[in-house]
């Protein structure tokens, strides 16, 4: 199958072929402009690929740091594909014959690892596409606003007023949507969840990502919204490069927690490469770039119900 389009806009790099003798490096031609052909997910060339991985768009921060660590132990890995679209996508993505359409490239690629959220995981565990996960990190939401909080924002169930427009990761693609859900519950019951969901979603205050949550404080930056939760390691993230965002924590009584996991996929094309890389995800080196960036680490008392 043809998985439907996303605004993900394309970016189009020419790889040239070598003569004798090749060059190290591949020399490259740019094609990208800023905000017209920039892809900001699909990373490195699948041609050819050592290693590939999709990993869940919220690591998208953690991903460059994570790699770079991860060759310096596994120099033989030289090459390594990686997506970071919402799990969803790319566990549609994994299935037989089905290819990703940006645009109109069309990318047929399969990983040799998977990360995603623990509810996910099992579910492509019970397709048959994945093997046994290993839990590597853990999260909890927060709230994004702009710098200053001009709407005073300091709970979920400020989201749920009239007057504020909240970004909302997509239920049909997104893993976080039903965890946040499940915070609007705790934090309002039902009737915050409706008036989130249902009323403020008819009456255009409540916006739905169409790519991931990346957008989300694009949005707010931009003035299309005023505040949206997201996973805190996200909040934290734009908080450390200085965008305008600042973070509304949400006391554990409201907020959810999150286990992601790892695994293979069936049959990897790159086997010793991805089992080299889940066992690296829960060494100590990996565990401190996760928490550098805002994420905890995943114990087996987190893992109980």
Request: glycine share 8%; aromatic share 6%.
């Amino acid at each position: 199958m043809t998985l439907p389009s996303f605004p993900v806009i394309a970016m189009a790099v020419l790889v040239l072929g070598a003569t004798s003798p090749p060059p190290v490096v591949p020399p490259s031609i740019g094609f990208t402009i800023r905000g017209v052909d920039d892809d900001m997910d699909l990373h490195g060339n699948p041609s050819g690929a050592d290693l590939v991985i999709f990993a869940a768009g919220n690591q998208w921060m953690v991903l460059p740091d994570l790699l770079a660590a991860f060759q310096k132990t596994h120099p033989e890995v030289r090459n390594i594909f990686y997506e970071t679209l919402p799990p969803g996508i790319l566990a549609e993505q994994m299935a037989p014959g089905a290819t990703l359409r940006v645009g109109e490239l069309l990318l047929d690629v399969r990983p040799d690892v998977y990360l995603a959220g623990k509810g996910r995981m099992a579910q492509e565990r019970d397709a048959g596409l994945v093997g046994e996960p290993t839990a590597y990190a853990t999260n909890d939401l927060a709230i994004m606003v702009r710098s200053g909080n001009p709407k005073h924002i300091t709970s979920l169930r400020d989201l749920g007023r009239p007057d504020v427009r909240v970004a909302m990761p997509n239920p049909q693609t997104e893993g976080i949507a039903k965890q946040i859900e499940g915070a609007y519950s705790k934090a309002g019951g039902s009737a915050l969840v409706q008036a989130i969901m249902d009323t403020k979603l008819r009456d255009g205050t409540t916006l739905l990502t169409r790519i991931h949550h990346r957008e989300t404080p694009i949005w707010i930056l931009d003035g299309k919204a005023d505040a949206g939760p997201v996973w805190i390691s996200e909040a934290l993230y734009q908080e450390r490069i200085h965008s305008g965002i600042e973070t509304v924590r949400i006391p554990a009584q409201s907020n959810v927690l999150a286990t992601y996991q790892a695994a293979e996929t069936v049959q990897p094309e790159h086997e010793a490469a991805a089992k080299a890389f889940v066992s690296f995800l829960t060494g100590d080196t990996a565990q401190a770039i996760y928490r550098s960036y805002g994420f905890t680490a995943a114990t087996p008392a987190k893992e109980k119900p």
